[in-house]
């Protein structure tokens, strides 16, 4: 895809990653004018598919408090074109893994300890 102009290309870039078998994402953002696309994914195997699959160099983790929940939001981004492209998973997370909350990108089966 080399623009990123119209509604219709900005789905194509998603519906070109379904198909290439990556898994669809649960919450699609696109805002007017399609400077800005925000894909919503539902776990850390499908969010680091989508961001190898864009190209996503940029990486930025926010933990935050949600009335008594910790939580961890992932987000990956690319610019395309002038179109602004993240994809963000939002975790759950516990006080008593300290090391998730810390590591950037916490080894797969870290907390099967």
Known sequence: MT??????????LIADGVSAGLSAPWRVYLARGCRYLSLSVGDREEWDAWRTHLGCPELSVRVYDSGGEIRRASVAEVILDGCRISVELVEEVSTADLE????VDPLPGADER
């Open 3 to 12: 623009e990123l102009a119209t509604r219709a290309q900005a789905f194509g």
């Open 100 to 103: 998730r909350l810390l590591v």
